[in-house]
Nanobody
Framework: QVQLVESGGGLVQAGGSLRLSCAASSTNVIINTMGWYRQAPGKQRESVASITRFLTTNYADSVKGRFTISRDNAKNTVYLQMNSLKPEDTGVYYC?????????WGQGTQVTVSS
C-alpha cells in the first residue's frame, strides 16, 4: 500500500520558519511531479508548491519568495522549507503527486502560525 507520511509541522510565531518532510513508501510514488498542498480551516485544499523530477519548481503567488520545495529521490522524500511564516499560512499541509491521486492523501501535518 502506498503511503505518504508528512511531518515537521507545529506551532510557530509569525516570521518564524518550519521545514516539512514527506516520506514516500515507494520510489514509484515520488518519481513524478510532487507537490505540497494545504487546507486552511473552512477552506478548500489548495496547491502550494510543486517540483518535477527534473527539479523544476512552481509556487502559489501567496508563498513565492518565502517557501522552497525540494526533493531527495534517494530518500524518497520531498521537503518544504517555509520561512517568514504568516498567520494565513495556518492549515494542514499534505503532499501528493501533481495532479493529486486520491489514494495517496495522507494525514497531513498541522501548521499553526500565531500573530
Amino acid at each position: 500500500q502506498v503511503q505518504l507520511v508528512e511531518s515537521g509541522g507545529g506551532l510557530v510565531q509569525a516570521g518564524g520558519s518550519l521545514r516539512l518532510s514527506c516520506a514516500a513508501s515507494s520510489t514509484n510514488v515520488i518519481i513524478n511531479t510532487m507537490g505540497w498542498y494545504r487546507q486552511a480551516p473552512g477552506k478548500q485544499r489548495e496547491s502550494v508548491a510543486s517540483i518535477t523530477r527534473f527539479l523544476t519548481t512552481n509556487y502559489a503567488d501567496s508563498v513565492k519568495g518565502r517557501f522552497t520545495i525540494s526533493r531527495d529521490n534517494a530518500k524518497n522524500t520531498v521537503y518544504l522549507q517555509m520561512n517568514s511564516l504568516k498567520p494565513e499560512d495556518t492549515g494542514v499541509y499534505y503532499c501528493n503527486r501533481v495532479p493529486s491521486v486520491t489514494a495517496y492523501w495522507g494525514q497531513g501535518t498541522q501548521v499553526t502560525v500565531s500573530s
